[in-house]
């Protein structure tokens, strides 16, 4: 589980995000990122009613967090990261997961390579 300091807590900071931030889209998800400042970097994950029932939206954001936890080290600091959950045909295995939610940091360019191993199991 993520830090309670790396996750955004409130519904105006998603609100601030989706308004004002860039968003990139891929198969499974969609990445909605916000330049904040400071050295921080926070996340958020949502899962609309489309997905499914509520044990399916809530797998679907807990294999975001589990692939953003292990990938964190990647993320610029200092911005707001908000995953959106998409519906596709099959779900998708977790390695491909992983494969996206790097595409998308790397296509809206906030990408960095990691100092540390990426599958940091802290």
Request: glycine share 8%; with cysteine; charged share 35%.
């Amino acid at each position: 589980m993520l830090p309670r300091d790396e996750r955004l807590t409130e519904n105006r900071d998603y609100r601030r995000v989706y308004g004002k931030g860039s968003a990139v889209r891929g198969r499974f998800a969609v990445l909605h990122c916000l330049k904040r400042g400071g050295t921080q970097r926070r996340f958020g994950f949502v899962a609309s009613k489309k997905l499914g029932k509520a044990h399916d939206r809530n797998r679907a954001r807990r294999r975001l967090r589990e692939a953003v936890r292990l990938l964190r080290g990647g993320f610029r600091p200092g911005y707001d990261y908000v995953f959106v959950a998409r519906k596709a045909d099959t779900e998708p295995s977790f390695s491909s997961l992983l494969a996206e939610v790097q595409a998308l940091a790397r296509k809206a360019v906030i990408w960095q390579e990691p100092e540390k191993p990426v599958c940091d199991t802290s």
